[in-house]
């Protein structure tokens, strides 16, 4: 006859409780993450089995953490149909917290009821967009008619877990704005794969900013340092003068996977980023008191 580990409240054997409590803190936690490799299946794995397995992604890691630690944890989103990962996410979670946009009662399926559910009025972007200054500069930069429509077109994020699948009302969104006199749209693409397609299309109507020269643009602008600075002035105001941010530059180009300035859990490679950006590193403190 099989023996059966019994699980304690928190849904772990007496086995596994003492694996994680082996791990005693947040960072040792953090330390294991770090080692276990990253995957991109299309999986939802509870913590008990990225405690066996030893690998997740993103989300699987998050609630593994908060489920080791045993603290509260909440989970966001603004897309009800990514089954896969709200089948785990939402159980797991203390609270869900969705806009208002979403009737309650696609979310049952998920065991989301209140008082877990927690909505807010409105969607997401009035939120984080409330403070926007639009910059005209840029309309003129991408040539704009201010006399046709603009619509501001994000494709599909087909690297995501929720949507590897093709989408085909895009291509047809496109061709109907790419070809509408009376209409200009700005394309703002998520990966190279679809600015390439974007591109190929020629439609009359549809614009894809030049990103390199949008930055090149912005590095060339001392406002934007500007800004930065007194960001950082901000954040260093609250700080000991051994934690505050002495100097900064700006970068051409993010730090990415394919250049090896981050690691496949998009942590940063430190001794990869001191050694491709070396003479960057040295001109900050050139001329410069040591702080």
Not at 39 to 58: K, N
Not at 209 to 223: I, M, T
Not at 224 to 249: M, R
Request: glycine content about 4%; aromatic content about 8%; some cysteine.
């Amino acid at each position: 006859m099989a023996k059966i580990a019994r699980t304690s409240d928190s849904g772990f054997t007496p086995l596994e409780l003492r694996k994680i409590r082996a791990l005693k803190t947040p960072y040792g936690i953090q330390r294991f993450l770090n080692e276990t490799p990253y995957h991109l299946a299309r999986s939802a794995w509870s913590p008990r089995r990225v405690l066996h397995g030893r690998t997740s992604h993103c989300l699987e890691g998050a609630i593994f953490a908060a489920a080791a630690l045993r603290v509260p944890s909440s989970t966001m989103f603004d897309y009800e149909w990514a089954t896969l990962q709200h089948q785990l996410g939402c159980r797991a979670a203390t609270r869900v917290v969705v806009p208002e946009a979403i009737p309650p009662e696609r979310l049952e399926r998920y065991g989301v009821h209140p008082p877990k559910l927690r909505r807010y009025p409105g969607l997401k972007e009035e939120y984080y967009l409330s403070d926007f200054q639009p910059d005209r500069s840029v309309a003129t930069a991408l040539g704009i008619d201010e006399g046709r429509v603009l619509v501001i077109v994000r494709t599909p994020p087909d690297v995501s877990l929720y949507h590897r699948a093709s989408n085909p009302l895009f291509p047809r969104v496109l061709d109907h704005l790419g070809r509408h006199p009376d209409v200009q749209a700005v394309v703002i693409p998520r990966t190279e794969e679809q600015r390439d397609y974007v591109q190929s299309l020629e439609l009359p109507s549809l614009i894809v900013p030049d990103r390199d020269a949008a930055a090149k643009q912005s590095l060339d602008e001392a406002g934007l340092k500007a800004q930065i600075q007194k960001a950082v002035d901000s954040v260093n105001s609250n700080l000991g003068s051994w934690e505050t941010i002495k100097y900064f530059t700006l970068l051409p180009e993010d730090f990415t996977e394919q250049t090896g300035e981050l690691s496949l859990k998009l942590d940063v490679k430190r001794k990869v980023v001191a050694l491709h950006y070396q003479d960057q590193i040295e001109s900050m403190y050139l001329g410069k008191a040591k702080p």
